[in-house]
């Protein structure tokens, strides 16, 4: 089979790419390194430096896919705040022109990667997919018309597209070096640095974190299975939930209290009864042994606890 990865030299796009390489399918990688890194891409990958918004460039890429995987975004709700329009330009327009150029090409399925911000804050735990959205960021209300979109255009082309709702991604090879890098990657350059872990609010909110590895088995089960591909919104998150503050004790060292940030969600845990019923998909990694996992990758790569 020949994928193709929007994001691909990010995050969690650099880890897929790995195990798509890994099961003998071909790989091409769109990314424009805004936020993607370079040592990040697999050799093997075709590799395009281009930008999700210039459907004129992306189109031609597209013809002899089997199979899309869009991770391309921005994906942080302070940046968001501060960016509404730019933004909302990236991964509102940016994934429809995704979706329109796969349709075009006749793609067999997308794998379209959402975010657990879509919920905003609701009253009960753990979050359901047939909870009304909640957006309190313009990103996770992008994220909305991102589903919006996969629906309408299943309905329209007839193109099979599923939605991954992704719970709070951690793991080697998280961002670290910004000031919008997730909790995790902040807290481990902080720790680096001797410097106090900054925590917004009380630290009492909670996540349902989940490790690469296996929000990867789950976009793989997601490319596989023939339960999906019309539309579906699919939590892959934990159904267990940890708070800042616990995590922040597994780094160690100084804690530093900040204000809370506009846009940021209490609590989030998943229900992830879908998941487990439509691909046989649970997490398998522990948190405490995840993060263990994440601390040995930085030590080992930067030299630095």
């Known amino acids: 089979m020949k994928c193709l990865i929007t994001g691909g030299a990010g995050f969690i796009g650099g880890h897929l790419v790995d195990k798509l390489i890994e099961q003998n399918h071909k790989v091409v990688v769109i ?3 805004s936020t993607g890194k370079k040592e990040n891409l697999n050799p093997k990958a075709d590799f395009y430096q281009l930008d999700i918004c210039d459907f004129e460039k992306i189109q031609s890429l597209f013809g ?3 199979y899309i995987f869009h991770l391309a975004a921005i994906p942080r709700v302070p940046i968001s705040v501060e960016d509404p329009v730019g933004t909302s330009r990236v991964n509102i327009l940016g994934t429809i022109n995704v979706f329109k150029a796969a349709i075009d090409a006749g793609v067999k399925r ?4 959402s975010s657990s911000s879509v919920y905003g804050d609701q009253e009960k735990l753990p979050l359901k997919e047939s909870m009304v959205p909640n957006p309190l960021s313009p990103y996770a209300l992008q994220k909305l018309a991102g589903e919006q979109f996969a629906k309408l255009f299943v309905r329209l082309y007839k193109v099979p597209i599923v939605c991954l709702r992704y719970f709070n991604v951690y793991g080697p090879r998280i961002d ?3 000031d919008y890098s997730l909790v995790l990657g902040k807290f481990l ?4 640095q001797n410097k106090p872990l900054t925590i917004y609010d009380d630290g009492e909110q909670t996540r349902g974190f989940c490790y690469i590895d296996d929000i990867i088995e789950a976009n793989i089960k997601a490319m596989e299975s023939d339960k999906v591909g019309g539309g579906e919104i699919i939590n892959i998150g934990s159904n267990k939930s940890h708070s800042i503050n616990y995590l922040s004790k597994l780094i160690g060292g100084e804690v530093k209290y900040l204000p809370p940030r506009i846009g940021d969600v209490r609590h989030t845990q998943a229900d992830i009864t879908l998941a487990k019923n439509l691909f046989g998909w649970e997490p398998k990694i522990d948190f405490k042994d995840g993060i263990e996992l994440t601390k040995q990758w930085f030590q080992k790569k930067y030299g630095k606890q």
């Open 31 to 33: 990314d424009n390194l």
């Open 64 to 66: 002899d896919i089997d």
């Open 110 to 113: 997308i794998v379209f990667a």
């Open 176 to 178: 670290f070096d910004s």
């Open 189 to 192: 350059r902080l720790r680096s």
